[in-house]
């Protein structure tokens, strides 16, 4: 499908309140969308038809018995994300962020994972090793970079994500809970800023069509 130059470039990041950033106008579909938890420890364009978009979504525990109880769409919650109260070594946390196409196109889709930069040392610098049920067949996981105190992993959707959904194939978990390792001591705890530490989910999406065979060279078209 040969490109309109009129097409444009739109990138709608959801922080917190879901506020919508505005950037000049480009020739590639764009969009993105992202999720905020903070763990406390114990003691572009405007695009108004929404015809390329990308949300996050999350089955969520709501009454803390491990349980998966509810699916919520991040921008229906006030602060952006849900609080996890009182955890300790080796708690399992529900979690599962999901990329939704909610465009009328085929998109490659990348995840960001934000964390603190203190709890990137309390696990050596392997986040992997807590984030249980991320398919690595599904996901690449492309590498992490440091900028703000924060430490930030990329992931790469192998697939394309189709704009239809008849059979939910227009939207990909990317882990389903946060493991705390049960090695860590109460030192070790008490070294986290405030007693806790955020972590901030993003999922950014580009158009398929005309951008390459996969998700990793089209975001390098696009994105540059």
Known sequence: MKLNKKQVFTLALAVCLIAI???????????????????????????????????????????????????????????????????????????????????????????????????????????????????????????????????TYTYYLVRVLPHSDPDNTGRETLFTHVIIPAELTQADMATLQGGMFTMDIVAEAVQADNTGDNAVDAFALVMG
Do not use: C
């Open 21 to 151: 950033l505005s950037f000049s106008t480009l020739a590639w579909f764009t969009d993105s969308d992202d999720v905020t938890n903070k763990f406390h420890v114990a003691t572009s364009t405007e695009d108004p038809d929404d015809i390329f978009s990308i949300d996050v979504m999350e089955k969520i525990d709501t009454d803390g018995d491990g349980v998966i109880d509810s699916t919520v769409d991040v921008g229906d919650v006030p602060n952006g994300g849900f609080d996890y109260e009182r955890i300790y070594p080796s708690a399992e946390l529900v979690k599962q962020p999901i990329a939704v196409n909610t465009g009328a196109y085929d998109q490659y889709v990348r995840m960001h994972v934000t964390i603190d930069k203190q709890w990137d040392e309390l696990v050596d610098g392997d986040l992997n090793k807590t984030l249980k049920g991320l398919d690595t067949t599904k996901w690449i996981f492309a590498g992490k970079t440091e900028a703000n105190g924060k430490e």
